[in-house]
Nanobody
Framework: QVQLVESGGGLVQAGGSLRLSCVAS????????MGWYRQAPGKQRELVAT???????IYADSVKGRFTISRDNTKKTGNLQMNSLKPEDTAVYYC?????????WGQGTQVIVSS
């Protein structure tokens, strides 16, 4: 069992930066792929970025070069550094942890980017 708690969302002007954090508790976090997803109003939840326990990353094309995902397996934390934010980045951002058998979600943190 893994519990995930996100923090760091908020309101920022276009071009600004935010850093989201996800703290995990419970099971062996280092064995899970950690990811960030987002859901804008009226849209489906979409992948933002993922990072494996070994540090391999995948990014959505829309955030490449602007967002950076990282993790600290010792501290059981994951982060999403978001730079050069755009109004279209406005969404609820969710932390996710998964392996071949199960996946877990955080409660979400709101990010609003004003133009």
């Amino acid at each position: 069992q893994v519990q995930l708690v996100e923090s760091g969302g908020g309101l920022v002007q276009a071009g600004g930066s935010l850093r989201l954090s996800c703290v995990a508790s419970g099971s062996i976090f280092r064995l899970y792929v950690m990811g960030w997803y987002r859901q804008a109003p009226g849209k489906q939840r979409e992948l933002v970025a993922t990072i494996t326990s070994g540090g391999s990353t995948i990014y959505a094309d829309s955030v490449k070069g602007r967002f950076t995902i990282s993790r600290d397996n010792t501290k059981k934390t994951g982060n999403l550094q978001m730079n050069s934010l755009k109004p279209e980045d406005t969404a609820v951002y969710y932390c996710n942890a998964r392996n071949n058998f199960e996946q877990y979600w955080g409660q979400g943190t709101q990010v609003i980017v004003s133009s």
